[in-house]
């Protein structure tokens, strides 16, 4: 749909502004009757209507709880219920969803549409269904109902985590060049259209390496997760792109390191006592294409079992082996090697299964199955029904 021209007190005119009464001559994809009072006409796509709105109410009359309501917004009119909360704050729940912003001004009339019974200022779109009258939850309200520029209410909305910049610029009613002004902000940190202010930045890595020294305490034979499965299991509801980021600033700051993709604290990576280095250069010959459980290798070598167990897991630390399953282990390039079938078969046939990744790879299914649990458990693939789908690319990078 286009504007073809517009009218403003019946004269031809080229723009007009907010408050003017204008006529619009448009062409496209809309017949007259499909036209409503107080639609929107918008230059991009706008996000769903909204059900559910924080406003800060200016009563003429008492309210009470989930009294119903007429509210009108602009030219439009709805129904709907309010839900007192502290002081001046409710929420507003729409019978029929509504285009609102940041700001935007409702009339609030009782359910006969005889008496007006308050103002109200939308604060919030959208907000949580649950947890809106937690103590914390309201101040944090009331901080975001005083905010007086645009800049301010980031600023509030960032001391609760992520903000999604395409909401925001919508509830602001701001373009690119807006947003681009209030993205200059010392400390912000941006990864695709979401952004975090550095108070939370540092909360959500602390809970990153106290996730990885969780992580190495319970899984002493891996040299650590890769950055997908850390991702998971450190901050899972949080924003993927943002994490990601922080992941990669840790590692190019030396918070974390990396060994073949793999993450893990700079005190992990620890070396053999001398005695695990005995047993190590006995053990380590015999590693060829197959794989070895502990205790064949340790009948194999003469070498008590829990000595041999804990050599292992201390050559896992350091990427030297990988243990497919409890005591069960592989030379790394090996694993390395099955990596690369997993990538030749994603490319192939779109996904992997236990019997084309057999034939493959010459083995038999309890092992092939083994293999591919691995690669699942730790996140380079993930399994949908009989196939396993590649996951996390960057763990066993080519060379």
Same mark, same amino acid.
């Given at each position: 749909?286009?504007?073809?021209?517009?009218?403003?007190?019946?004269q031809?005119?080229e723009?007009?502004?907010?408050?003017?009464?204008?006529?619009?001559?448009?062409?496209?994809?809309?017949?007259?009757?499909?036209?409503?009072?107080?639609?929107w006409?918008?230059?991009?796509?706008?996000?769903?209507?909204?059900?559910?709105v924080?406003?800060?109410?200016?009563?003429?009359?008492p309210?009470?709880?989930?009294?119903?309501?007429?509210?009108?917004?602009?030219?439009?009119?709805?129904?709907?219920r309010?839900?007192?909360?502290?002081?001046n704050?409710?929420?507003?729940?729409?019978?029929?969803?509504?285009?609102?912003? =940041?700001?935007d001004r409702?009339?609030?009339?009782?359910?006969s549409?005889?008496?007006?019974?308050?103002?109200?200022?939308?604060?919030?779109?959208?907000?949580?269904?649950?947890?809106?009258?937690?103590?914390?939850y309201?101040?944090?309200?009331?901080?975001?109902?005083?905010?007086q520029?645009?800049?301010?209410?980031?600023?509030?909305?960032?001391?609760?985590?992520?903000?999604?910049?395409?909401d925001?610029?919508? $509830?602001?009613?701001?373009?690119?060049?807006?947003?681009?002004?209030?993205?200059?902000?010392?400390?912000?940190?941006?990864?695709?259209?979401?952004?975090?202010?550095?108070p939370v930045a540092?909360?959500?890595?602390?809970?990153?390496?106290d996730?990885?020294?969780?992580?190495?305490?319970?899984?002493?034979?891996?040299?650590?997760?890769?950055?997908?499965?850390?991702?998971?299991?450190a901050?899972?509801?949080?924003?993927?792109?943002?994490?990601?980021?922080?992941?990669?600033?840790?590692?190019e700051?030396?918070?974390?390191?990396?060994?073949?993709?793999?993450?893990?604290?700079? =005190?992990?990576?620890?070396?053999?006592?001398?005695?695990? *280095?005995?047993?190590?250069?006995?053990?380590?010959?015999?590693?060829?294409?197959?794989?070895?459980w502990?205790?064949?290798l340790?009948?194999?070598?003469?070498?008590?079992?829990?000595?041999?167990?804990?050599?292992?897991?201390? $050559?896992? *630390?350091?990427?030297?082996?990988?243990?497919?399953?409890?005591?069960?282990?592989?030379?790394?390039? /090996?694993?390395?090697?099955?990596?690369?079938?997993?990538?030749?078969?994603d490319?192939?046939?779109?996904?992997?299964?236990?019997?084309?990744?057999?034939d /493959?790879?010459?083995?038999?299914?309890?092992?092939?199955?083994?293999?591919?649990?691995?690669?699942?458990r730790?996140?380079?693939?993930?399994? /949908?029904?009989?196939?396993?789908?590649?996951?996390? $690319?960057?763990?066993?990078?080519e060379?």
């Amino acid at each position: 749909m286009r504007v073809r021209a517009l009218h403003a007190q019946n004269q031809p005119t080229e723009t007009a502004n907010a408050g003017q009464r204008i006529a619009l001559n448009i062409a496209g994809d809309a017949e007259k009757e499909q036209i409503n009072r107080g639609d929107w006409l918008l230059a991009d796509v706008p996000p769903e209507p909204f059900t559910r709105v924080i406003v800060e109410l200016q009563t003429h009359t008492p309210l009470t709880q989930w009294q119903p309501l007429h509210i009108h917004h602009a030219a439009s009119h709805v129904t709907g219920r309010v839900s007192l909360l502290e002081d001046n704050l409710a929420e507003l729940v729409f019978d029929t969803p509504l285009w609102l912003a =940041d700001n935007d001004r409702l009339v609030l009339r009782d359910i006969s549409a005889r008496n007006t019974l308050a103002g109200a200022r939308v604060v919030m779109l959208n907000p949580p269904r649950r947890g809106k009258r937690k103590p914390e939850y309201l101040q944090w309200l009331a901080s975001l109902a005083r905010a007086q520029s645009d800049a301010d209410a980031l600023s509030v909305h960032l001391e609760r985590g992520a903000v999604n910049l395409a909401d925001f610029a919508w $509830a602001r009613q701001l373009n690119g060049e807006g947003m681009r002004e209030l993205l200059q902000q010392p400390g912000y940190i941006q990864a695709g259209y979401s952004l975090l202010n550095a108070p939370v930045a540092a909360r959500w890595q602390r809970k990153i390496l106290d996730t990885l020294a969780t992580y190495h305490e319970q899984h002493r034979d891996e040299p650590g997760p890769g950055r997908e499965r850390l991702r998971r299991m450190a901050l899972p509801m949080e924003d993927e792109a943002l994490v990601l980021l922080l992941i990669e600033k840790m590692r190019e700051s030396g918070d974390i390191l990396s060994h073949h993709g793999w993450l893990h604290l700079p =005190d992990h990576k620890a070396g053999f006592s001398e005695e695990q *280095q005995a047993i190590w250069q006995k053990a380590e010959p015999l590693f060829g294409d197959e794989p070895w459980w502990v205790r064949d290798l340790a009948k194999e070598t003469g070498t008590d079992e829990q000595a041999m167990r804990l050599t292992l897991r201390q $050559a896992a *630390q350091q990427g030297i082996i990988t243990a497919i399953v409890k005591d069960r282990y592989y030379r790394n390039d /090996r694993i390395v090697e099955f990596a690369n079938m997993i990538r030749d078969l994603d490319q192939e046939c779109g996904s992997t299964c236990a019997a084309d990744f057999r034939d /493959r790879l010459g083995v038999g299914r309890k092992l092939a199955i083994q293999i591919l649990e691995y690669f699942d458990r730790i996140g380079f693939t993930r399994r /949908r029904g009989n196939d396993h789908l590649l996951r996390d $690319a960057l763990l066993f990078p080519e060379k």
